[in-house]
């Protein structure tokens, strides 16, 4: 994992900054503590202030807090503030402890990939029902919680889209990490949701087959143009232990043209269900958690020599097991009664040469009654 500088100990309002954990194109992200709630929160700064670009990017991280703070859903990140702080835009946001999915790719099984997939197509159903697209899905954007379960973070060059056009406000202009990036993205065309459905089907292409399938050029523009026209690799090659379904949902999401995509991140997620549920049954969800991996086993310890046991006939020998002496019962007359031998006076337990009964067990509770004193012949305690 990268190291950053530690930066603690400076107050941005109401926060304390702990150290920094990223790094981004235009911000940085702290580790804050919220001094009047006491909790730990991701606090994200603008850093290219007092530049020419600085109002573009100030109006871009802006909008980043109104968007991402229009959203409530289990699936992303929460948005809990958006401040200025010495003429320095700052945004408060929930902190994943976990960190992105890049660190988390290898060695997935099959229902933690699945898993991942379900999380981000909740989360972009829900975006969709607000019209508003990512347009940045990757795995540094893809969060991991403590319990295993995946948020999508970091809205910085999101937009809301027209509900009548089904477009974004603003064309023409390429934004984006280029290994992800539709082909309607890369040439400046109107998106929509099913920009975003291809940025999750590069996603599922990099946790089932290892790579992404467009990233072997020089230069961005050479990954741009190999999304615009090199055919996609055949998965049924690649994995021909993958269930068809699985490859050709996945083939789907990569479509070339966004019409042939899946209409819908909620269309997209029913199809994918119906596959786990046929693959893995209905318990699929139980093993999807990206729970974290076991430490490393530390060496065994040598084990302490213990003394040899002697066999039982010799402690026999040694020990002979002698008859118990027992003193005649307090109670004589429950003793007669009951066909006792007699108990020890000190425990109140029963002869060992008798096995145990409940009426035994009787007489042994009535035998700690004090037994009445004797009295002489004249009337008188001796």
């Given at each position: 994992?990268?190291?950053?500088?530690?930066t603690g100990?400076r107050?941005?309002?109401?926060?304390?900054?702990?150290?920094?954990i990223?790094?981004?194109?235009?911000?940085?992200?702290?580790?804050a503590?919220?001094?009047?709630?006491?909790?730990?929160?991701?606090?994200?700064?603008?850093?290219?202030?007092?530049?020419?670009?600085?109002?573009v990017?100030?109006?871009r991280?802006?909008?980043?807090?109104?968007?991402?703070?229009?959203?409530?859903?289990?699936?992303?990140?929460?948005?809990?503030?958006?401040?200025?702080?010495?003429?320095?835009?700052?945004?408060?946001?929930e902190?994943?402890?976990?960190?992105?999915?890049?660190?988390?790719?290898d060695g997935?099984?099959l229902?933690q990939?699945i898993?991942?997939l379900?999380?981000?197509?909740?989360?972009?159903?829900h975006?969709?029902?607000?019209?508003?697209?990512h347009?940045?899905?990757?795995?540094e954007?893809?969060?991991?919680?403590?319990?295993?379960?995946v948020?999508?973070?970091?809205?910085?060059?999101?937009?809301?889209?027209?509900?009548?056009?089904?477009?974004?406000?603003?064309?023409?202009?390429?934004m984006?990490t280029?290994m992800?990036?539709?082909?309607?993205?890369?040439t400046?065309?109107p998106?929509?949701?099913?920009?975003?459905?291809y940025?999750v089907?590069?996603?599922?292409?990099?946790?089932?087959?290892?790579?992404?399938?467009?990233?072997s050029?020089?230069?961005?523009?050479?990954?741009?143009w190999q999304?615009?026209n090199?055919p996609?690799?055949?998965t049924?090659?690649l994995?021909?232990?993958?269930?068809?379904?699985?490859?050709?949902w996945?083939?789907?999401?990569?479509a070339?043209e966004?019409?042939?995509?899946p209409p819908?991140?909620?269309?997209a997620?029913?199809a994918?269900?119906e596959i786990?549920?046929?693959?893995?049954?209905?318990r699929?969800?139980?093993?999807a958690?990206?729970?974290?991996?076991?430490?490393?086993?530390?060496?065994a310890?040598?084990?302490?020599?213990q003394?040899?046991?002697?066999p039982?006939?010799?402690?026999?020998?040694?020990?002979?097991?002698?008859?118990?002496?027992v003193?005649p019962?307090p109670?004589p007359?429950?003793?007669?009664?009951?066909?006792?031998?007699g108990?020890?006076?000190?425990?109140?337990t029963?002869?060992?040469?008798?096995p145990s009964?409940?009426?035994?067990t009787?007489?042994?509770?009535?035998?700690?009654?004090?037994?009445?004193?004797?009295?002489?012949?004249?009337?008188?305690?001796?």
């Amino acid at each position: 994992m990268k190291s950053y500088p530690s930066t603690g100990g400076r107050a941005v309002g109401r926060y304390e900054i702990l150290r920094q954990i990223g790094q981004g194109a235009m911000a940085t992200v702290h580790l804050a503590r919220q001094l009047d709630l006491d909790r730990h929160v991701a606090l994200k700064e603008l850093d290219r202030v007092g530049t020419g670009e600085s109002p573009v990017f100030a109006t871009r991280f802006l909008r980043e807090a109104r968007l991402a703070g229009s959203l409530s859903h289990a699936n992303i990140v929460t948005v809990y503030e958006y401040f200025e702080h010495d003429g320095r835009p700052y945004i408060a946001m929930e902190h994943v402890e976990r960190g992105s999915l890049r660190g988390h790719l290898d060695g997935l099984s099959l229902s933690q990939v699945i898993g991942v997939l379900q999380g981000l197509l909740a989360a972009l159903t829900h975006a969709e029902a607000r019209k508003i697209v990512h347009r940045d899905i990757k795995p540094e954007n893809i969060l991991v919680t403590g319990d295993g379960n995946v948020k999508i973070a970091d809205f910085g060059i999101a937009k809301a889209y027209s509900v009548m056009s089904g477009t974004l406000t603003a064309t023409g202009s390429t934004m984006g990490t280029p290994m992800y990036m539709a082909p309607e993205q890369a040439t400046g065309k109107p998106l929509s949701i099913a920009t975003d459905l291809y940025a999750v089907g590069i996603v599922a292409f990099e946790m089932l087959f290892g790579y992404v399938p467009f990233g072997s050029g020089d230069s961005p523009i050479a990954i741009i143009w190999q999304h615009v026209n090199d055919p996609l690799p055949d998965t049924r090659a690649l994995r021909p232990d993958l269930d068809p379904r699985l490859c050709e949902w996945v083939e789907q999401l990569l479509a070339k043209e966004a019409a042939d995509r899946p209409p819908s991140a909620a269309v997209a997620l029913d199809a994918l269900e119906e596959i786990a549920l046929e693959l893995l049954g209905s318990r699929w969800r139980r093993e999807a958690p990206l729970l974290a991996r076991a430490e490393a086993t530390p060496a065994a310890q040598p084990s302490v020599p213990q003394s040899p046991r002697w066999p039982a006939a010799i402690i026999a020998r040694m020990w002979p097991m002698r008859p118990r002496r027992v003193r005649p019962c307090p109670c004589p007359a429950v003793a007669a009664r009951l066909g006792m031998r007699g108990v020890r006076r000190s425990h109140h337990t029963l002869c060992a040469s008798r096995p145990s009964t409940t009426a035994e067990t009787i007489a042994r509770v009535r035998c700690t009654m004090r037994p009445p004193r004797r009295r002489g012949r004249d009337g008188r305690s001796p």
